[in-house]
């Protein structure tokens, strides 16, 4: 059965600091890697789509990278802007349904 | 550009009413999702529709019915509420079941049974 986790479970930064989210998973074959950013009263909207092991992604201050098991998204120099919930989700080799995580609730502080 | 559009937005029943969410997309995708979101817990699928015609569950289907009316449209019942559906619904879209692209979803309906 395919899993996700995603720590840590809150992160409260000031602005201007750096850190990482993580999002480890298991599942049978991996086609994709999904981040997305949801908002307070939103639908979880899409940043970021991974493939393979060593693969990055970047768009503004976030970075996603892909190793077997797990991916981070490192958010650089963070902006109140960017509070929000990221949740990351997978899709595998059966391909029918994606997998999502808890989230990680950032909470960045001016 | 609309994308995919949820209503109602809010709603709150008591125990045993029955109710019926709707969902409508307008970017001509084959499979359409429904799930529902609860603190600590993420997003659990319910049923989907991978094509116009089909419905399949999910990881969470019971307590619910899904009828997808058209490609644009794929409806959440519930017909005889329980406190434990109390939570946030989303309706979501992508052009093809299989096909490696993200989904796209609506902004909820937060249903609270009493």
């Known amino acids: 059965e395919d899993q996700v986790t995603q720590s840590p479970e809150a992160l409260r930064l000031q602005e201007g600091e750096s850190s990482s989210l993580n999002c480890s998973y298991t599942v049978s074959g991996l086609r994709g890697l999904f981040w997305y950013r949801q908002d307070p009263g939103k639908g979880p909207e899409f940043l970021f789509t991974?493939?393979?092991a060593g693969e990055e992604k970047e768009k503004e201050r976030l970075k996603a990278t892909l190793t077997k098991k797990e991916s981070f998204l490192h958010i650089t120099a963070p902006k109140p802007e960017d509070s929000a919930t990221y949740l990351c989700?997978?899709?595998?080799?059966?391909?029918?349904?994606?997998?999502f995580g808890p989230g990680t609730r950032l909470s960045v502080l001016p | 550009n609309a994308g995919v559009t949820q209503t109602p937005k809010f709603q709150v029943l008591k125990t045993g009413q029955s109710m019926t969410l709707q969902c409508a997309q307008d970017?001509?995708?084959?499979?359409m999702y429904w799930y529902r979101q609860d603190p600590g817990m993420g997003l659990r699928l319910i049923y989907y529709s991978a094509s116009e015609g089909t419905t399949d569950k999910g990881e969470v289907p019971n307590g619910y019915n899904v009828s997808r009316l058209n490609k644009r449209e794929f409806s959440l019942r519930l017909e005889s509420a329980a406190p434990s559906q109390t939570s946030v619904y989303f309706c979501a879209s992508n052009p093809r079941v299989k096909e490696v692209k993200p989904q796209h979803f609506g902004d909820g309906t937060r249903l609270s049974i009493l």
């Open positions: 970017m001509n995708h084959n499979s």
């Open positions: 989700a997978v899709l595998d080799n059966y391909g029918q349904n994606f997998v």
């Open positions: 991974l493939y393979s």
